[in-house]
């Protein structure tokens, strides 16, 4: 059995590439990239048509989104959330590019996934940001999902690539 798996904001298919890495047979139902080298990129990195794009999450009222998903996976952009950049948040409707996340969440409202991931910066857990963290978490409970957040640095997971 194939796990029936959707990607969002995909850029060049980090999470497929695990997936194949840990030996998890799956179906890539559709991806969503919206930069147009990347999505060539993902393209010839996984050999997928471009027709599996589902395109940019900000048309999610205007196109069909995937069903009978087993797991759906989202690294909104973190850009406005880091202490890196600058800092202009994710509140839903100001346009920023961490504001995909609630796109995302629309897109989970409509696909219904068996298991969603969400990747993202611990600075969407500083105070100045932190509501929108605690929103998207209590809508995802609403839901009915179960969560399990974790901080986790990436530092640690470097040898399992080499």
């Known amino acids: 059995m194939k796990l029936r798996v959707a990607t969002v904001c995909s850029g ?41 794009n589902f395109g940019d999450l900000t048309g999610i009222d205007r196109k069909p989104v995937p069903q009978d998903l087993d797991m759906l996976i989202g690294g909104t952009p973190c850009q406005d959330f880091s202490v890196s950049g600058k800092n202009k948040g994710g509140d839903e409707g100001s346009g920023t590019r961490s504001s995909l996340m609630w796109y995302y969440l629309q897109y989970i ?26 929103k998207f978490y209590y809508m995802l409970l609403s839901q009915g ?18």
């Open 12 to 52: 060049i298919g980090a999470p497929e590439r695990a997936l194949e890495l840990l030996g998890l047979p799956f179906e890539l139902v559709s991806f969503s990239e919206v930069d147009e080298a990347a999505i060539r990129s993902y393209c010839s990195m996984h050999g997928i048509p471009e027709s599996k």
């Open 109 to 134: 409202a409509l696909s219904k996934p068996k298991v969603i991931v969400w990747e993202n910066v611990p600075g969407v857990l500083t105070r100045k940001h932190i509501h929108n963290f605690r």
């Open 145 to 162: 999902y179960k969560l399990y957040v974790q901080v986790i640095n990436a530092k640690f997971f470097l040898s399992l690539i080499h």
